[in-house]
């Protein structure tokens, strides 16, 4: 069992930057994979990120080149640093580990929000 915590969520102006933060209560290094999902109201949840053990990453296109996927295995804690953020971005943003196949998120947790006022 995994338990995942996140923080940074919070309101913030259009433009403006923000670093959510996933902090896993066991080992992670040998994890698949780990990510950032979004689900805004009234839509699907969808993938914003996610980062492979080997450090390999992959980005929604909507936030690629605004976002930035991390992960400190020493810490057990992966990252989110999001830029020029928009309105569009305002969601409920969800960790997510896979420790066994990088596609399939085993592990969520409870979701931080993010509003950004234009």
């Known amino acids: 069992q995994v338990q995942l915590v996140e923080s940074g969520g919070g309101l913030v102006q259009a433009g403006g930057s923000l670093r959510l933060s996933c902090a896993a209560s066991?080992?992670?290094?040998?994890?698949?994979?780990m990510g950032w999902s979004r689900q805004a109201p009234g839509k699907q949840r969808e993938l914003v990120a996610l980062?492979?053990?080997?450090?390999?990453?992959n980005y929604a296109d909507s936030v690629k080149g605004r976002f930035t996927i991390s992960r400190d295995n020493a810490k057990n804690t992966v990252y989110l640093q999001m830029n020029s953020l928009k309105p569009e971005d305002t969601a409920v943003y969800y960790c997510?580990?896979?420790?066994?196949?990088?596609?399939?998120?085993?592990?969520w947790g409870q979701g931080t929000q993010v509003t950004v006022s234009s």
């Open positions: 066991r080992i992670i290094f040998s994890f698949k994979a």
């Open positions: 980062i492979t053990s080997g450090t390999s990453t």
């Open positions: 997510y580990a896979s420790p066994v196949n990088i596609g399939v998120p085993d592990y």
